[in-house]
Structure formats: C-alpha cells, structure tokens
C-alpha cells in the first residue's frame, strides 16, 4: 500500500508543546515576535524602531533582546549598567526613550563569547521573559535571533505570542531565508503579522539616485504569493545607520522625520491588526491517503 504523508520538521512533541496556549506575562497584554531567517538583514534595527513606533503612538512599551550570542538593543538604545535586582528572582528592566528594554547584554561583558548550548540559552530567554518586571505593558517586542532554532521554539511555548514579524532584505538569497521563518512560525500556529523589506534601496545624497542595491520589491512579492501583510520598506540610508551605532535611534531623536513616519506607520497597522483580531492562523493542511491494492 502506497500512502502520501505531510512530513514536519518540527518533533511531533515540541510541536505539540508550541501548538498549545502559552501562560501569559504578568502586565504584559501583548506580545510580538521580530524574527529573520537570516542575519545581516537590519532585524534588530527594525525592532528596536518598532518599539519606539509603538511608543510614540502613547502605547507602554518593553522590547526583550532575545539574541543570547549577538545582543544589539544596549548599543541601539544607548544603555550601560546592569539591571537592579528588586527581589529575590526579579529585575528591573532597564529603560529609555520611553521604552523598558532587558538583554543579555546588561549581564555580560560587551566582549565577552557567549558559549553556551541550547539547554542554557532556553533558560536565560525564559528568566528574562518571567523573571523581569514588566510591570503594565500594553505590547512587548521580542527580538529573537536569525534563524529557526532553539530561541524560536522558546518563544513559541513560553509566549502568548500575538504574532511574529519577518524582516528581509529584497535579495533573493535572504528571501530564502525568510521563507524558512515564515514556515516555521506557521508550523507551530504563530500568526505572521506582516513581512518588512528593510535596506530596499539607497538613495544617493548627492544626486537623490535610487539605487536597488539589494534588489527592490522582493518581500513585498513573497508577501503577496504567501498571502500574508506587506507592512511596508526602509531604505538603507547613512541617517539610520548613524543614529543607530550612537545609541539614538532614529525614532526617537526624529520622530516627524521621514524615516521615523515609516517605522511608526508600520507599528500602528501592526497594532490595530492586533487589537482588531484581524491576525488569523494558518488553515490546518489536510492531507489525504490514498490506497492502492
């Protein structure tokens, strides 16, 4: 008897797990994942710009710096110093802008390796995420490291996550990537709130030339073909890139600039998807056997 059968890469028992309704976050009403098949794509950037987008439209904001080997929310907001313990297995976020901010970062020497496996990494993603004091948040911004591993599937069971994000840039080579995220994340039921198409072009500041650098239009194709929301493009601009590395996100230090109406355009669909319940999970696939004698 020949029989066709659907075949997951996700174990049958992680995906059980991730499939059912994680506890919520003490003060915390909603939770989103920022998340790239790829590194190199501006992610970090992107969610750190989210954050304060969602700040700036008066909503109380934390954003949780999921990337135990390469922390970049302390450089981006422009933070030192460790959290304050305030009890015996809580701490107090750090914040700026507006926006309460916890990393691994705060923990660690800047130039210290975190070598650590799966097992460990599990573990500090889920201390920072139960064993910090939130406090009243209206939506915490998660930004996972690239990739399809252990930090995703973390997120996934211990989060109410109210959707994820996927940042690529235009390239081909990073949309093969991003498709591996938008898969994964559809595998364990996490609605895909969008897809972001950051560094789409470059416009010369000499003579205003756009410039395809990456390509143009990839995501917002991919979005399309899969059917899920184009939340819009982020050039890749020198402005950005400066204000970033010094700590002061572009947000934040120019929150009427172009840049910053981008970024802020983007947190208010994603909200209002939100808190309309337009986000919906993906259909469950029926595969049917069919025998032969």
């Given at each position: 008897?020949d029989?066709?059968?659907?075949?997951?890469?996700?174990?049958?028992?992680?995906?059980?797990?991730?499939?059912?309704?994680?506890?919520?976050?003490p003060?915390?009403?909603?939770?989103?994942?920022?998340?790239?098949?790829?590194?190199?794509?501006?992610?970090?950037?992107?969610?750190c710009?989210?954050?304060?987008?969602?700040?700036?439209?008066?909503?109380?904001t934390?954003?949780?710096?999921?990337?135990?080997?390469?922390?970049s929310?302390?450089?981006?907001?422009?933070?030192?110093?460790?959290?304050?313990?305030?009890?015996?297995?809580?701490?107090?976020?750090?914040?700026r802008?507006?926006?309460?901010?916890?990393?691994?970062?705060?923990?660690?020497?800047?130039?210290?390796?975190?070598?650590?496996?799966?097992?460990?990494?599990?573990?500090?993603?889920?201390?920072?995420?139960?064993?910090?004091?939130?406090?009243?948040?209206?939506?915490?911004?998660?930004?996972?490291?690239?990739?399809?591993?252990?930090?995703?599937?973390?997120?996934?069971?211990?989060?109410?996550?109210?959707?994820?994000?996927?940042?690529?840039?235009?390239?081909?080579?990073?949309?093969?990537?991003?498709?591996?995220?938008?898969?994964?994340?559809?595998?364990?039921?996490?609605?895909?709130?969008?897809?972001?198409e950051?560094?789409?072009?470059f416009c010369?500041?000499?003579?205003?030339?756009?410039?395809?650098?990456?390509?143009?239009?990839?995501?917002?194709?991919?979005?399309?073909?899969r059917?899920?929301?184009?939340?819009?493009?982020?050039?890749?601009?020198?402005?950005?890139?400066q204000?970033?590395?010094?700590?002061?996100?572009?947000?934040?230090?120019?929150?009427?600039?172009?840049?910053?109406r981008?970024?802020?355009?983007?947190?208010?669909?994603?909200?209002?998807?939100?808190?309309?319940?337009?986000?919906?999970?993906?259909?469950?696939?029926?595969?049917?056997?069919?025998?032969?004698?």
């Open positions: 008897m029989r066709e059968q659907s075949v997951s890469d996700t174990p049958p028992d992680l995906k059980a797990r991730a499939t059912s309704k994680a506890a919520g976050i003060g915390v009403k909603h939770v989103i994942a920022v998340a790239s098949g790829k590194g190199g794509v501006g992610k970090s950037t992107t969610s710009n989210l954050a304060l987008g969602f700040a700036a439209l008066g909503l109380k934390g954003i949780l710096d999921a990337d135990i080997y390469g922390p929310q302390p450089k981006l907001f422009g933070l030192r110093g460790k959290p304050r313990q305030i009890g015996p297995r809580m701490l107090e976020p750090m914040e802008f507006g926006v309460k901010v916890m990393s691994i970062g705060f923990l660690v020497e800047e130039d210290n390796a975190m070598i650590w496996r799966g097992p460990m990494v599990i573990s500090a993603i889920t201390q920072m995420l139960r064993e910090v004091a939130w406090d009243d948040l209206d939506i915490l911004v998660v930004d996972l490291p690239p990739g399809t591993g252990d930090a995703q599937l973390t997120m996934a069971q211990q989060a109410p996550l109210a959707g994820a994000i996927i940042v690529s840039t235009p390239q081909d080579i990073a949309l093969i990537d991003a498709r591996r995220g938008i898969a994964m994340f559809q595998k364990v039921s996490i609605p895909i709130l969008g897809l972001i950051n560094m789409s072009s010369c500041p000499a003579c205003n030339r756009l410039t395809p650098i990456f390509g143009h239009g990839g995501a917002r194709m991919e979005a399309m073909r059917g899920i929301p184009y939340l819009g493009e982020i050039p890749l601009d020198m402005q950005i890139r204000t970033s590395d010094d700590g002061r996100p572009i947000v934040a230090i120019e929150p009427d600039g172009v840049h910053a981008h970024y802020i355009g983007m947190a208010s669909e994603i909200w209002t998807t939100i808190v309309t319940g337009a986000a919906h999970r993906p259909p469950p696939r029926i595969v049917i056997e069919q025998a032969r004698a």
